[in-house]
């Protein structure tokens, strides 16, 4: 069973640029769910996708958008970067059997630094 | 809103030590509870969990019991090894809801 992946493990942009981030989700999962962790912090909920919908969404701005695409990975997309920005994000997977004991499954992340 | 707070690190205790890591939640419904570990430059491993109100989530020598009446869900180990040493998250999420809600996370080094 292959277990959550994420790409890039590192990236750096500047400020005002655009980022695009990637999910592939284990194997029978069909829930992503994403999560920003600043330095020091516990994770931070962005949005979760199910079936190629936002499922929900946490207190981020707009120009956090994402896309669940029907072979269920997805992505993050940030536009207009600042500094602020600068995490570790991360991506969970899930699916209904797991939502049942809400359990969800991380990948290893992304490192995003915005100079 | 649904919050975590923990204890606040970081700790640091010898091999072999006792182990209790405090975390107290606020909900606004019913939780299911989480502990994750991250070690350096890795994401989120789930340690073990809990769903209902007095059941005990153990793993790896780790445990955790549901409190409602104390809304608590402390973290313990008997016997605390180097490789223990990571960061810890206290999570919980509600019925039916999406977002898993982490504390600040408790950094933990075990020295030899």
């Known amino acids: 069973e292959t277990g959550v992946t994420q790409s890039p493990t590192h990236l750096i942009k500047t400020r005002g640029q655009q980022v695009t981030l990637r999910c592939s989700s284990q194997?029978?999962?069909?829930?992503v769910s994403w999560y920003q962790q600043a330095l020091g912090q516990g994770p931070q909920f962005i949005f979760q996708y199910y079936r190629e919908e936002e499922n929900g969404r946490g207190n981020f701005p707009p120009r956090f958008s994402g896309l669940q695409f029907p072979n269920y990975s997805s992505e993050l997309n940030v536009n207009a970067l600042e500094l602020d920005d600068s995490a570790l994000y991360l991506c969970?997977?899930?699916?209904?059997?797991?939502?049942?004991?809400?359990?969800?499954?991380f990948g290893p992340g992304t490192r995003l630094t915005v100079l | 809103g649904d919050s975590v707070t923990q204890m606040e690190g970081p700790v640091t205790l010898s091999e072999e030590a006792f182990l209790t890591i405090n975390c107290t939640y606020t909900?606004?419904?019913?939780?299911?509870l989480f502990w994750y570990v991250q070690y350096p430059g890795e994401g989120l491993q789930l340690l073990l969990k809990?769903?209902?109100?007095?059941d005990k989530g153990s793993n790896k020598g780790f445990e955790a019991t549901y409190r409602k009446e104390t809304t608590s869900f402390h973290l313990e180990k008997g016997s605390v090894q180097v490789s223990d040493s990571a960061v810890y998250f206290c999570?919980?999420?509600?019925?039916?809801?999406?977002?898993?809600?982490f504390g600040q996370g408790t950094r933990l080094t075990i020295n030899p």
């Open positions: 809990a769903t209902k109100a007095d």
């Open positions: 909900a606004t419904g019913y939780p299911s």
């Open positions: 194997s029978g999962h069909n829930t």
């Open positions: 999570a919980l999420i509600i019925q039916g809801a999406q977002k898993l809600v």
């Open positions: 969970a997977s899930s699916s209904v059997r797991t939502s049942r004991n809400n359990e969800q499954f």
